[in-house]
């Protein structure tokens, strides 16, 4: 009797891994593109919500006495406070540039160790 031939593995010669450089391409294929072109591609509509005009749209936290101080300077300069807003965060930024770095302290957090519970 004539021994059954099984049938060629097709996916012989591969390797099972792929490359760490294609792994990381694979991981995230968005990596490489503009993140406002990603924005406008997720959109169904095609339109940026996280985009107002040319600004893109974000929150942040700020302490009442803060935001009482910026409406107060806002007025006094006759500015809309979110162009004073946007320049605070320049001209902040224009300082890290230049090398001045905000103090620093270490924050120590400590949390429990969650037990695995069940009712």
Known sequence: MAKKKGLANPMAGFDAKPTKKTSRILDNPLESVIPTDV???LNR?????????RYLRRSILVLPEMDEAMNRKAREL???KMELVRYLLAAGLEQLNRGEEPEKK???TVRLEMPHWQE
């Open 45 to 53: 509509k095609g339109k940026d919500t996280t985009m107002a005009g």
């Open 78 to 80: 006759g500015v809309g």
């Open 106 to 108: 270490e924050v120590v």
């Open 39 to 41: 924005r406008k591609a």
